[in-house]
């Protein structure tokens, strides 16, 4: 079972960044991993995804120019930066773990998931 651990999460006023890392105990480097978030009350949604290679990544539109995934295979650490952010940027955010051939942003074909990390956008 892989374990993910995120952190970086935290209370940012609107305009601001945080960065976000998911890491884990155990290589990394075979699965692509996706960051989602889930706000009050809406479904979970994917943010990024990053292939596990790092040569590829995917961004939803809503965050697309502002955040930024990167993964280190040697550190196993992949990475969300995040950049202007907004109100609609609140959510619990999770990183997850899926074989390389699922890459993309669909919930259900990630089999590995974190506990989450609270991201709260506030003046």
């Known amino acids: 079972q892989l374990q993910l651990v995120?952190?970086?999460g935290g209370l940012v006023q609107p305009g601001g960044s945080l960065r976000l890392s998911c890491s884990a105990p155990e290589s990394l480097?075979?699965?692509a991993i996706g960051w989602f978030r889930q706000a009050p009350g809406k479904e979970r949604e994917g943010v990024s995804c990053i292939s596990s290679s790092g040569d590829y990544s995917h961004?939803?539109?809503s965050?697309?120019?502002r955040f930024t995934i990167s993964r280190d295979n040697a550190k196993n650490t992949v990475n969300l930066q995040m950049d202007i952010l907004s109100h609609e940027?609140?959510?619990v955010y999770y990183c997850a773990a899926?074989?390389?051939w699922d890459y993309g942003l669909g919930v259900d074909v990630?089999?590995?998931w974190g506990q989450g990390t609270q991201v709260t956008?506030?003046?």
């Open 98 to 100: 899926a074989d390389p």
């Open 63 to 65: 965050v697309k120019g």
């Open 59 to 61: 961004y939803a539109d």
């Open 6 to 8: 995120e952190s970086g």
């Open 121 to 123: 956008v506030s003046a």
């Open 110 to 112: 990630y089999d590995f």
């Open 89 to 91: 940027d609140t959510a």
């Open 29 to 31: 480097d075979y699965y």
